[in-house]
């Protein structure tokens, strides 16, 4: 079992910066891709960013250029970096992990959600 607990978000001006941060605990045998998707009410969730164990790293054309993706595999975290932030960047952002759990089977891990408001 992974828990993943994600932390920094809030409100802040249009231009402005946030740093979300998403920490996996628990026991498994390897987390793989993680990533950072949003959400407003009403509309479908967005993968917004995900990351390779490897680094390797991929963004929704909505974010690229402004947000970064990053991650600590020593610490089980992954980050996102956000800037220049818009308005419709305004969502809960929730983090996701592909977990190999040690009976070898693959599951997806959610964190709760964190609101990111930005005011126009």
């Known amino acids: 079992q992974v828990q993943l607990v994600e932390s920094g978000g809030g409100s802040v001006q249009a231009g402005g910066s946030l740093r979300l941060s998403c920490v996996a605990s628990?026991?498994?045998?390897?987390?793989?891709?993680m990533a950072w998707h949003r959400q407003v009410p009403g509309k479908e969730r967005e993968l917004v960013a995900v990351?390779?164990?490897?680094?390797?790293?991929n963004y929704a054309d909505s974010v690229k250029g402004r947000f970064t993706i990053s991650r600590d595999n020593a610490k089980g975290t992954v980050y996102l970096q956000m800037t220049s932030l818009q308005a419709e960047d305004t969502a809960v952002y929730s983090c996701?992990?592909?977990?190999?759990?040690?009976?070898?089977?693959?599951?997806?891990?959610w964190g709760q959600g964190t609101q990111v408001t930005v005011s126009a």
């Open positions: 990351i390779t164990r490897g680094g390797t790293s």
């Open positions: 996701q992990a592909e977990v190999l759990q040690y009976d070898n089977t693959w599951r997806d891990y």
């Open positions: 628990g026991s498994a045998a390897r987390i793989d891709d």
